[in-house]
Protein backbone atom coordinates (compact mmCIF):
# COMPACT_ATOMS: atom_id res chain seq x y z
CA UNK A 1 0.00 0.00 0.00
CA UNK A 2 1.49 3.54 -0.91
CA UNK A 3 0.02 6.43 0.37
CA UNK A 4 -0.37 9.39 -1.65
CA UNK A 5 -1.44 12.95 -1.41
CA UNK A 6 0.32 16.65 -1.77
CA UNK A 7 -1.39 17.81 1.48
CA UNK A 8 -1.22 14.60 3.80
CA UNK A 9 -2.05 15.70 7.42
CA UNK A 10 -0.69 14.65 10.91
CA UNK A 11 -3.74 12.59 11.39
CA UNK A 12 -3.29 11.01 8.30
CA UNK A 13 0.37 9.94 8.45
CA UNK A 14 -0.44 8.71 12.33
CA UNK A 15 -3.21 6.45 10.69
CA UNK A 16 -0.33 5.36 8.26
CA UNK A 17 2.54 4.53 10.54
CA UNK A 18 -0.79 2.89 12.70
CA UNK A 19 -2.27 0.65 10.41
CA UNK A 20 1.48 -0.30 9.02
CA UNK A 21 1.10 1.44 5.39
CA UNK A 22 4.22 -0.34 3.51
CA UNK A 23 5.39 3.08 1.64
CA UNK A 24 4.30 6.83 1.83
CA UNK A 25 5.29 9.14 -1.02
CA UNK A 26 6.63 12.15 0.33
CA UNK A 27 6.06 15.27 -1.45
CA UNK A 28 7.54 18.60 0.05
CA UNK A 29 9.99 19.81 2.40
CA UNK A 30 7.41 19.85 5.44
CA UNK A 31 5.72 16.32 4.83
CA UNK A 32 9.34 14.77 5.33
CA UNK A 33 9.62 16.88 8.87
CA UNK A 34 6.26 15.99 9.85
CA UNK A 35 6.92 12.36 8.96
CA UNK A 36 10.14 11.55 10.28
CA UNK A 37 8.47 13.37 13.96
CA UNK A 38 5.64 10.81 13.26
CA UNK A 39 7.10 7.76 12.12
CA UNK A 40 10.76 7.58 12.46
CA UNK A 41 11.99 4.26 10.05
CA UNK A 42 9.07 4.54 7.54
CA UNK A 43 10.05 3.35 4.38
CA UNK A 44 9.29 6.26 1.54
CA UNK A 45 9.57 7.04 -1.97
CA UNK A 46 10.07 10.56 -2.89
CA UNK A 47 7.78 11.76 -5.67
CA UNK A 48 9.66 13.80 -8.75
CA UNK A 49 8.38 16.35 -10.86
CA UNK A 50 9.93 15.54 -13.74
CA UNK A 51 9.26 18.22 -16.10
CA UNK A 52 7.45 16.53 -18.39
CA UNK A 53 4.11 17.53 -20.08
CA UNK A 54 2.36 14.90 -21.65
CA UNK A 55 -0.60 15.66 -24.32
CA UNK A 56 -3.59 15.45 -22.54
CA UNK A 57 -5.94 18.01 -20.50
CA UNK A 58 -3.65 20.35 -18.44
CA UNK A 59 -6.28 19.63 -15.25
CA UNK A 60 -4.94 15.85 -15.64
CA UNK A 61 -1.58 16.47 -16.42
CA UNK A 62 0.49 16.42 -13.69
CA UNK A 63 4.29 15.95 -14.30
CA UNK A 64 4.77 19.79 -15.89
CA UNK A 65 6.99 21.94 -13.95
CA UNK A 66 4.08 24.31 -12.76
CA UNK A 67 2.56 21.21 -10.71
CA UNK A 68 1.34 21.37 -7.22
CA UNK A 69 2.64 17.77 -6.97
CA UNK A 70 6.15 16.85 -5.79
CA UNK A 71 9.81 17.93 -5.84
CA UNK A 72 11.24 19.72 -8.86
CA UNK A 73 13.81 18.21 -10.60
CA UNK A 74 15.95 21.42 -8.64
CA UNK A 75 14.95 20.61 -5.55
CA UNK A 76 15.42 16.68 -5.62
CA UNK A 77 19.19 16.55 -4.74
CA UNK A 78 18.25 19.15 -1.41
CA UNK A 79 15.19 16.73 -0.60
CA UNK A 80 17.38 13.54 -0.34
CA UNK A 81 19.70 15.51 2.15
CA UNK A 82 17.02 16.33 3.89
CA UNK A 83 15.97 12.71 4.50
CA UNK A 84 17.53 11.84 8.25
CA UNK A 85 15.09 9.21 10.09
CA UNK A 86 13.27 8.00 7.50
CA UNK A 87 13.90 4.70 4.89
CA UNK A 88 14.03 6.44 1.39
CA UNK A 89 13.58 2.94 -1.14
CA UNK A 90 12.65 4.77 -4.46
CA UNK A 91 11.32 7.48 -6.25
CA UNK A 92 7.68 8.01 -7.75
CA UNK A 93 6.52 10.38 -10.55
CA UNK A 94 3.16 10.73 -12.10
CA UNK A 95 2.70 12.50 -15.47
CA UNK A 96 -0.57 12.95 -15.61
CA UNK A 97 -3.98 11.01 -17.05
CA UNK A 98 -5.35 9.48 -19.95
CA UNK A 99 -2.21 9.43 -21.88
CA UNK A 100 -2.21 8.20 -25.70
CA UNK A 101 1.93 9.12 -26.41
CA UNK A 102 4.14 6.34 -24.58
CA UNK A 103 7.32 8.34 -25.45
CA UNK A 104 7.19 10.38 -22.40
CA UNK A 105 7.07 7.17 -20.05
CA UNK A 106 10.37 6.11 -21.67
CA UNK A 107 12.02 9.39 -20.88
CA UNK A 108 10.29 9.34 -17.09
CA UNK A 109 12.52 5.75 -16.46
CA UNK A 110 15.46 7.21 -18.15
CA UNK A 111 15.23 10.25 -15.70
CA UNK A 112 14.58 8.70 -12.48
CA UNK A 113 17.06 6.23 -12.95
CA UNK A 114 19.41 9.23 -13.29
CA UNK A 115 18.64 10.83 -10.33
CA UNK A 116 20.53 7.53 -8.24
CA UNK A 117 20.54 3.52 -7.66
CA UNK A 118 17.30 2.57 -5.43
CA UNK A 119 15.44 -0.45 -5.50
CA UNK A 120 12.10 0.68 -6.44
CA UNK A 121 11.11 3.27 -9.43
CA UNK A 122 7.12 3.55 -9.31
CA UNK A 123 6.39 5.59 -12.58
CA UNK A 124 2.99 6.08 -11.80
CA UNK A 125 -0.14 5.86 -14.12
CA UNK A 126 -2.24 7.63 -16.75
CA UNK A 127 -2.92 4.99 -19.63
CA UNK A 128 -5.13 6.13 -21.43
CA UNK A 129 -8.75 4.13 -22.15
CA UNK A 130 -11.33 4.42 -25.21
CA UNK A 131 -13.78 6.69 -24.66
CA UNK A 132 -15.08 6.90 -27.79
CA UNK A 133 -15.43 5.03 -31.24
CA UNK A 134 -12.56 7.41 -32.47
CA UNK A 135 -9.91 6.31 -29.55
CA UNK A 136 -7.02 4.37 -29.78
CA UNK A 137 -5.06 3.53 -26.61
CA UNK A 138 -2.45 1.76 -26.98
CA UNK A 139 -2.26 -2.14 -25.78
CA UNK A 140 -1.49 -3.32 -21.74
CA UNK A 141 1.80 -4.89 -23.71
CA UNK A 142 3.30 -1.77 -25.38
CA UNK A 143 2.57 0.14 -22.51
CA UNK A 144 4.72 -2.03 -20.46
CA UNK A 145 7.41 -1.95 -22.69
CA UNK A 146 7.60 1.23 -22.95
CA UNK A 147 8.38 1.66 -18.79
CA UNK A 148 10.84 -0.93 -18.98
CA UNK A 149 12.52 0.35 -22.42
CA UNK A 150 14.68 2.39 -20.29
CA UNK A 151 14.75 1.66 -16.32
CA UNK A 152 17.88 -0.39 -14.95
CA UNK A 153 17.95 -4.39 -15.35
CA UNK A 154 18.21 -4.53 -11.46
CA UNK A 155 15.67 -2.20 -10.32
CA UNK A 156 11.40 -2.98 -9.43
CA UNK A 157 9.41 -1.34 -11.64
CA UNK A 158 5.79 -0.10 -10.56
CA UNK A 159 3.01 1.28 -11.83
CA UNK A 160 -0.66 2.83 -11.09
CA UNK A 161 -3.04 1.42 -13.74
CA UNK A 162 -5.82 2.54 -12.25
CA UNK A 163 -8.20 3.94 -14.83
CA UNK A 164 -7.14 1.17 -17.45
CA UNK A 165 -8.13 -1.79 -15.33
CA UNK A 166 -11.85 -0.49 -14.41
CA UNK A 167 -12.64 2.11 -16.94
CA UNK A 168 -13.72 0.71 -19.81
CA UNK A 169 -15.63 -2.08 -17.27
CA UNK A 170 -17.78 0.35 -16.23
CA UNK A 171 -21.48 1.35 -17.92
CA UNK A 172 -23.57 4.04 -16.01
CA UNK A 173 -27.54 3.43 -17.16
CA UNK A 174 -29.85 6.33 -17.25
CA UNK A 175 -33.80 6.86 -17.65
CA UNK A 176 -34.54 9.52 -20.26
CA UNK A 177 -36.95 11.74 -18.61
CA UNK A 178 -37.85 14.26 -21.30
CA UNK A 179 -36.99 14.70 -24.91
CA UNK A 180 -36.92 18.17 -26.05
CA UNK A 181 -36.69 18.97 -29.74
CA UNK A 182 -35.49 23.00 -30.79
CA UNK A 183 -36.13 23.06 -34.70
CA UNK A 184 -33.06 23.37 -36.47
CA UNK A 185 -31.09 24.29 -33.33
CA UNK A 186 -30.86 20.79 -31.03
CA UNK A 187 -32.42 17.69 -29.36
CA UNK A 188 -31.61 17.45 -25.62
CA UNK A 189 -32.46 14.50 -24.49
CA UNK A 190 -32.54 14.71 -20.54
CA UNK A 191 -32.11 11.45 -18.13
CA UNK A 192 -32.12 11.10 -14.74
CA UNK A 193 -28.53 12.22 -13.44
CA UNK A 194 -25.64 13.92 -14.87
CA UNK A 195 -22.75 16.07 -13.09
CA UNK A 196 -23.73 14.80 -9.73
CA UNK A 197 -22.70 11.11 -10.99
CA UNK A 198 -19.95 11.67 -14.27
CA UNK A 199 -18.75 15.63 -13.70
CA UNK A 200 -15.66 14.33 -16.28
CA UNK A 201 -17.28 16.13 -18.93
CA UNK A 202 -17.89 19.61 -16.58
CA UNK A 203 -14.75 19.42 -15.21
CA UNK A 204 -12.50 18.92 -18.09
CA UNK A 205 -14.53 18.19 -21.47
CA UNK A 206 -14.48 14.88 -21.50
CA UNK A 207 -16.30 12.97 -24.35
CA UNK A 208 -18.41 9.65 -24.35
CA UNK A 209 -20.45 8.02 -26.74
CA UNK A 210 -24.18 7.16 -25.30
CA UNK A 211 -26.85 4.26 -27.14
CA UNK A 212 -30.54 3.35 -26.32
CA UNK A 213 -30.47 -0.06 -24.60
CA UNK A 214 -32.62 -1.76 -26.75
CA UNK A 215 -32.12 0.24 -29.75
CA UNK A 216 -28.55 0.79 -31.18
CA UNK A 217 -27.64 3.18 -33.14
CA UNK A 218 -29.49 5.33 -34.91
CA UNK A 219 -29.73 8.74 -36.70
CA UNK A 220 -30.92 11.39 -34.51
CA UNK A 221 -28.46 13.80 -33.21
CA UNK A 222 -28.85 14.54 -29.80
CA UNK A 223 -27.32 15.99 -26.57
CA UNK A 224 -27.88 14.04 -23.43
CA UNK A 225 -28.66 16.66 -20.67
CA UNK A 226 -28.76 16.10 -17.08
CA UNK A 227 -31.07 17.07 -14.52
CA UNK A 228 -29.30 19.63 -12.73
CA UNK A 229 -29.73 23.25 -12.66
CA UNK A 230 -26.72 24.19 -14.68
CA UNK A 231 -26.45 24.87 -18.50
CA UNK A 232 -23.50 22.84 -18.66
CA UNK A 233 -24.60 19.75 -17.06
CA UNK A 234 -24.59 17.89 -20.32
CA UNK A 235 -23.06 14.41 -20.39
CA UNK A 236 -22.46 14.17 -23.90
CA UNK A 237 -22.54 16.14 -27.18
CA UNK A 238 -23.79 15.27 -30.81
CA UNK A 239 -24.40 11.15 -30.11
CA UNK A 240 -26.74 9.68 -32.39
CA UNK A 241 -30.16 7.69 -31.03
CA UNK A 242 -33.16 5.43 -32.73
CA UNK A 243 -35.26 8.11 -31.63
CA UNK A 244 -35.37 8.77 -27.96
CA UNK A 245 -38.25 8.55 -26.38
CA UNK A 246 -39.10 9.08 -22.28
CA UNK A 247 -38.85 5.73 -20.49
CA UNK A 248 -36.18 4.68 -23.06
CA UNK A 249 -33.19 3.28 -20.82
CA UNK A 250 -29.78 5.09 -21.78
CA UNK A 251 -26.55 3.29 -21.33
CA UNK A 252 -23.27 5.68 -21.64
CA UNK A 253 -20.38 3.23 -21.48
CA UNK A 254 -16.15 3.58 -20.10
CA UNK A 255 -17.58 5.25 -16.97
CA UNK A 256 -15.59 2.29 -14.44
CA UNK A 257 -12.96 4.84 -13.61
CA UNK A 258 -13.70 8.73 -11.76
CA UNK A 259 -17.49 8.39 -11.98
CA UNK A 260 -19.10 6.58 -8.71
CA UNK A 261 -15.55 7.90 -6.90
CA UNK A 262 -16.46 11.71 -7.89
CA UNK A 263 -19.91 11.32 -7.77
CA UNK A 264 -21.56 14.24 -4.67
CA UNK A 265 -25.02 15.07 -3.70
CA UNK A 266 -25.54 18.37 -5.98
CA UNK A 267 -28.86 19.50 -5.82
CA UNK A 268 -29.63 16.52 -3.37
CA UNK A 269 -30.03 13.92 -5.74
CA UNK A 270 -28.91 10.40 -3.98
CA UNK A 271 -26.22 8.98 -5.41
CA UNK A 272 -27.25 5.67 -7.68
CA UNK A 273 -26.32 2.14 -6.26
CA UNK A 274 -23.63 0.12 -8.26
CA UNK A 275 -24.24 -3.07 -9.38
CA UNK A 276 -21.35 -5.95 -10.56
CA UNK A 277 -22.15 -8.06 -13.14
CA UNK A 278 -20.45 -11.50 -14.09
CA UNK A 279 -21.93 -14.45 -16.14
CA UNK A 280 -25.40 -13.43 -16.53
CA UNK A 281 -25.51 -12.93 -12.64
CA UNK A 282 -25.71 -9.13 -10.87
CA UNK A 283 -25.38 -8.48 -7.63
CA UNK A 284 -25.92 -4.91 -5.37
CA UNK A 285 -22.45 -3.79 -3.85
CA UNK A 286 -23.22 -0.17 -3.04
CA UNK A 287 -27.06 0.36 -2.17
CA UNK A 288 -28.67 3.52 -3.99
CA UNK A 289 -29.21 6.34 -1.30
CA UNK A 290 -31.99 7.44 -0.07
CA UNK A 291 -33.32 11.00 0.74
CA UNK A 292 -33.39 9.97 4.43
CA UNK A 293 -29.73 9.40 4.06
CA UNK A 294 -28.57 12.89 3.02
CA UNK A 295 -30.01 13.80 5.98
CA UNK A 296 -27.71 11.57 8.57
CA UNK A 297 -25.07 14.01 9.68
CA UNK A 298 -27.20 17.29 10.48
CA UNK A 299 -27.74 18.01 13.92
Do not use: W
Request: with cysteine.
Amino acid sequence: IYLHGNNKSDAELEQARDAGVGHVVLDSFDEIDRLERIAPGQRVLLRVTPGISPSTHAFISTGQVDSKFGFGMDDVPRAIERIRELELVGLHAHLGSQIFDLEPYERLAELLAGIGEYPLLNLGGGLAIAYTYDDRPPSIEDYVEALLHSAPDDVTILCEPGRSIVGNAGVTIYRVGTVKRIPDVRTYVAVDGGMSDNLRPMLYGARYEAELADRLGGDTLCTIAGKHCESGDILARDVRLDDPRPGDVLVMPATGAYGHAMASNYNAIPRPPVIFCRDGRAREVVRRETFEDLTLRDV
